[in-house]
């Protein structure tokens, strides 16, 4: 299998070298180039049409943002930006995510970074003009009794964008789990709250979990779990990092399992790796619906492939279908529950 070759567009030498050792560990990783600003990327990528880039956010000349926009409309493919973890690097983040880059790594540790190009390498780029579109609010939603715990990693925030924009104001409560670094999702949250018409806030522990309401799990400090009885809330866990990740999808889906049952429905989105994967087979087997997004309209056929083949997902669909499947599922009543 051939490897995976990389381009560094960085104006730090330091940055580069450091780049340049880690990716330089991986035997299935290339380092072809590297470049000090997008102008020389430029060249650089015609001549050695690299697999993925790395693109840092602040650079001379032409900022990483600019370039990423000319470089998604002209010439499209796998690229993961570089950025400091405050919150203005979030802010700029998210919005390299909504131009088409795959991922975003934190600077200076570049956790995951080797994994995460590999994933960039395999993942679907698509050009500005053919990205899902955000949809009108679904009308005639009946609520009904059930909450909706969704899992999403690498391509989730296009997923996540899409899927809520076609949400009601009276949705189901529900709880989401985003593999994001900190500091990243209150940023993503609020610009979500902004552009749907459910209220979408940053889960803080204790908070009531309520209809119309969406609820995402704070990156890189704690895992978001779900309590049940009569006033359900959201319960911020500091234990360990499960699959690698904290937040983690299995760890939302078993605690929706293990309050509510057949009440739920899963539904798992694009990302590399099997977190959820687990989770989501749990709430099946207790009586859950479940979901899962098809490869066709993945980013990464990752985390839903995987729930797919333990058999954890009833049924897979397109990212444009699952709103209005999620909120039928949701409506149904459930005979016999209490």
Request: proline share 7%; with cysteine.
């Amino acid at each position: 299998m051939s490897k995976v070759r990389v381009l560094i567009v960085d104006d730090s030498p330091t940055i580069r070298s450091m780049i340049s050792n880690l990716l330089g560990r991986d035997p299935e990783i290339e380092v072809v180039g590297w470049a000090a600003d997008p102008i020389d990327a430029r060249e650089a990528i015609k001549q050695l049409n690299p697999d993925v880039i790395t693109l840092d956010v602040e650079m001379p000349r032409m900022n990483g943002i600019e370039f990423l926009e000319r470089l998604m409309r002209l010439r499209p493919m796998p690229v993961l930006m570089l950025s400091t973890l405050t919150q203005a690097g979030a802010a700029v983040s998210l919005h390299a995510l909504e131009l088409g880059a795959i991922d975003c790594i934190g600077k200076p540790d570049f956790e995951g970074l080797a994994e995460k190009v590999k994933a960039a390498a395999r993942a679907r780029v698509r050009p500005v003009g053919q990205r899902q579109p955000g949809q009108a609010p679904i009308q005639g939603y009946r609520p009904g009794s059930k909450i909706l715990a969704i899992g999403s990693s690498t391509g989730g925030v296009e997923a996540l964008d899409t899927l809520l924009s076609s949400f009601p104001s009276n949705c189901p409560p529900t709880v989401i789990t985003q593999h994001m670094p900190a500091t990243f999702t209150a940023s993503f949250a609020a610009r979500l709250d902004r552009m749907c018409a459910p209220k979408v806030q940053e889960a803080s522990d204790g908070a009531p979990i309520m209809p119309g309401h969406v609820y995402l799990a704070p990156g890189g400090a704690a895992h978001l779990e779900v309590t049940g009885g009569s006033q359900p809330r959201c319960r911020l866990v500091t234990s360990d990092p499960v699959n690698g990740h904290r937040p983690s999808v299995d760890v939302l889906f078993r605690s929706v399992m293990r309050a509510y049952g057949r009440r739920s429905v899963g539904v798992i989105l694009t990302g590399m790796g099997r977190d959820g994967a687990d989770g989501l087979r749990a709430m099946r087997e207790s009586g859950a619906n479940t979901v899962g997004q098809d490869e066709a309209s993945c980013v990464v056929y990752g985390m839903p492939k995987v729930a797919w083949e333990v058999g954890a997902v009833e049924r897979q669909l397109p990212l444009n279908a699952i709103s209005r499947a999620i909120l039928d599922l949701c409506a149904l009543e459930i005979r016999g529950a209490a």
